[in-house]
């Protein structure tokens, strides 16, 4: 059964606004099922519109409800405690500094519910901000810690440190999962870090992974594996060489299981 006729009938077609996740080959397969996709939210009326994992900006979503669309908010969860918690800071400061990309999709849809945002990406970008009284400051949920370290005392220089109210909002996953895949990285020869090249939290594995072992390798697909990361089959390297396998949050099973498979056939391996 297609997707689309999953979600019920009560709307005529289904759309994406933007990507779902940010992994293509995920992307494909529900275009596949049935689902299309939409940029702009004008474009919509009257259809069932899903939003996205990244959360969507809040003109967009009254553009959808004015324009009669069923929405189908797939906003993650630790992404609307975040926006919860830069809307309640607000109300204690003048302005709210938000630690992340400016052109990443869950910063833009952040920002939206906020009076006076603004996004820092590096620490040297702190000096021309404002000298507000006092300031509130969110992570991108996907931002590596290391990154809102440096910033966040970057703003305590600035500001003062009774002046500066930072909330950890960085998801526990990725957090968990940038520190599981560092660990990893040190014990392993080669390092597979499996994700799309549009996926923030994928890339930033990658800059982890390389951090500990210069052998670490990004790809998407199994038929992206440079068979010259590796020695030829049969090679006794292979008794002892150890191959890890790391992988962003948009990135589904199937497709380690496909590398893994690749790569136990380049070394000859059946299990």
């Not at 289904?14 to 940029?39: F, K, P």
């Not at 599981?180 to 090249?197: E, F, M, N, P, Q």
């Not at 020695?231 to 949050?249: H, K, Q």
Request: aromatic share 4%; with cysteine.
């Amino acid at each position: 059964m297609a997707l689309a006729q999953q979600l019920g009938d009560t709307a005529g077609d289904t759309y994406m606004l933007g990507d779902l996740v940010h992994n293509r080959q995920v992307v494909a397969r529900i275009s596949e099922a049935g689902v299309m996709q939409a940029e702009r939210p004008e474009a919509l009326s009257g259809a069932r519109v899903i939003i996205r994992t990244h959360g969507e900006a809040q003109e967009a979503i009254d553009q959808l409800v004015a324009a009669n669309n069923q929405i189908v908010d797939l906003t993650c969860g630790v992404v609307k405690s975040v926006r919860e918690k830069a809307v309640d800071l607000q109300q204690r400061h003048p302005a709210v500094i938000v630690v992340g990309k400016k052109d990443h999709p869950e910063v833009q849809g952040l920002i939206s519910y906020l009076q006076n945002p603004h996004v820092v990406t590096e620490p040297e970008e702190v000096a021309s901000l404002p000298d507000y009284p006092s300031v509130g400051v969110v992570e991108q949920t996907t931002i590596g810690r290391h990154r809102f370290e440096r910033v966040h005392a970057a703003l305590v220089t600035k500001y003062g440190k009774d002046r500066v109210e930072a909330l950890d909002t960085i998801c526990p996953h990725t957090d968990e999962n940038q520190s599981a895949s560092r660990d990893v990285a040190k014990r392993c020869d080669i390092i597979l870090v499996v994700g799309d090249t549009h996926s923030s939290n994928s890339r930033r594995l990658l800059e982890v992974c390389r951090e500990e072992n210069p052998r670490s390798h990004f790809l998407s697909c199994a038929a992206e594996i440079d068979p010259s990361w590796f020695p030829p089959e049969g090679d006794i390297r292979w008794e002892s060489l150890v191959v890890g396998i790391t992988a962003g949050a948009s990135t589904p099973d199937w497709a380690i299981d496909e590398i893994a498979a690749k790569v136990r056939e380049i070394a000859g391996l059946k299990e």
